[in-house]
Every structure is written in structure tokens, then in C-alpha cells.
């Protein structure tokens, strides 16, 4: 009979682990992030397995630690987090993400201790998180884009005191800078500026007066 308790429980904790882990996967699928539905449940009630395991292994005898194995839970979704990190052109992207994969672990460990209040608690402040300070975020900042340029020019080192007199009136901030080198001819310089659309329109008229054959793309600032 007790053995029959104990197997419920710990049903009803997994159970409760794909829930949680669940509710916040779907946020993230919604959003088209890296960590999705079933990363999120996996995460969360693989955390939640190691806690059951290691108070199974523990059994409350002496000079046992059942955080230890939790420890290298979080260890272990510290390299998946480092996974989804990405770094291209000086934007760093993902970071929300792995920080999603962090405290979904944290709540599966949280159900496998069984905390349930806890766990869904944080589970629905997670999900608050995620989607209410989005939309603050993007207010706050205006909708603010990382935008990426290219152009030629013959004297890099007098585009560059230009650039940065150009940006400094528009009060904005070179992000990166790069200058394919050719002696022979013009060089192709590539920059990267956080501004919002219209600061961009701005750049787009006055850029052409530095350079030639200007070039533009761009992307949302990433989570």
C-alpha cells in the first residue's frame, strides 16, 4: 500500500513537472525560439527526476546529501543555456532562452521536492515574464533594432572620424566596425548601429555622403 502512495506521487510530480514545463515550452514555441515545447518539458521533468532520484538515494540516512546531484543537475543546464547563446556580427542572441532553460529546471527540482505551490507559482510568474515584459520592453525601447551596414570608400580611417561625428549628432552608438582591407582600390567597411526605425532613416540619408554603394539589413534585437 505504501509502495502504491509512494508510485503516485511521484506520477503526479512528473505529471505536474510536463505541466509546468509544458506552459512555458509553448510560450517559447509560439515565440520560434531554440528551446521549444518539448525541450521545456524534458528539461523540467528531467529536473524533477533527478531531485525524486536523489532523496530516493539519500532516504534521509545519515552523511547523505541530496543536493548533491542536484548540483550537477544545474551544471548540466548550464552547458544546454551555453548551447543556445549565439553570437553573430556583434549581436548576442538567446540569452532569454537560456535563461528560460535555467528556471525551467529550477521548478522541475522545485516539483521534485514537492512543492507544488512553489512550482506553479513560478511557473505563472515565468510566463508573465516572458510574454507581459515583452510588450514593456518593446515600449520602453521603442522597438530598437540592431542594423547592419555596408558601403566603400577610399580613406577608411576619415569614414570612421566622419561615422562617429555623424553618430555622435544623432546620439547613437557604433555597435561594430569592420574594414575589409584592399590596396588597390575602395575599401568595404561594415558597421552595426542599435536604433530604432526612424533613427535608421535618418542614417540611411546621410550615410551615402561617407560612402558608396550603401547596403542595409536588419533584425529585431533577439532573446
Same mark, same amino acid.
Do not use: W
Given at each position: %500500500?505504501?509502495?502504491?502512495?509512494l508510485d503516485l506521487i511521484v ?7 510536463i505541466?509546468c ?8 514555441? +509560439? &515565440? ?10 524534458? *528539461?523540467?521533468m528531467?529536473?524533477?527526476?533527478f %531531485? *525524486? #532520484? ?6 534521509g540516512?545519515?552523511y547523505?546529501?541530496?543536493a548533491?546531484? #542536484?548540483?550537477?543537475?544545474?551544471t548540466g543546464?548550464g ?5 543556445v ?7 548576442i542572441?538567446?540569452?532569454?532562452t537560456?535563461?528560460t532553460i535555467?528556471?525551467v529546471g529550477a #521548478?522541475g527540482i522545485t516539483?521534485?521536492?514537492g %512543492?507544488f505551490?512553489?512550482?506553479l507559482?513560478s ?5 508573465? #515574464?516572458?510574454v507581459?515584459l515583452?510588450?514593456?520592453?518593446r ?8 542594423f547592419?551596414? &555596408?558601403?566603400?570608400?577610399?580613406d577608411?580611417?576619415q ?12 546620439n547613437?552608438? +557604433? ?15 561594415r558597421? &552595426?548601429?542599435v ?5 535608421n532613416?535618418?542614417l540611411l ?5 561617407l560612402g558608396?554603394?550603401?547596403?542595409t539589413?536588419?533584425h529585431e534585437?533577439?532573446?
Open positions: %500500500m505504501l509502495t502504491n502512495s506520477a503526479a510530480k512528473l505529471l505536474l513537472a505541466v514545463g509544458g506552459a512555458i515550452g509553448f510560450e517559447r514555441e +509560439l &515565440s520560434r525560439k531554440a528551446a521549444g515545447l518539448r525541450t521545456n518539458v524534458l *528539461i523540467c528531467g529536473s524533477a527526476l %531531485m *525524486i #532520484v536523489s532523496r530516493h538515494i539519500g532516504g540516512a545519515p547523505t546529501d541530496p548533491r546531484l #542536484v548540483a550537477q543537475v544545474v543546464i552547458f544546454l543555456g551555453a548551447g547563446i549565439l553570437q553573430a556580427r556583434g549581436s542572441t538567446g540569452l532569454t537560456a535563461a535555467f528556471v #521548478v516539483i521534485g521536492e %512543492m505551490g512553489l512550482a507559482l511557473t505563472t510568474l515565468i510566463i508573465v #515574464v516572458l507581459a515583452r510588450r514593456v520592453e515600449f520602453v525601447i521603442r522597438r530598437q533594432r540592431l547592419h551596414y &555596408s558601403l566603400k570608400t577610399r577608411p580611417a569614414f570612421l572620424e566622419s561615422l562617429l561625428d555623424l553618430l555622435e549628432r544623432q547613437l552608438q +557604433l555597435e561594430d566596425f569592420d574594414v575589409d582591407n584592399n590596396p588597390e582600390g575602395e575599401h568595404v567597411v558597421l &552595426s548601429i536604433t530604432s526605425i526612424d533613427g532613416r535618418r540619408a546621410e550615410l551615402p555622403a558608396s554603394d550603401l547596403t539589413s536588419t534585437r533577439g532573446d
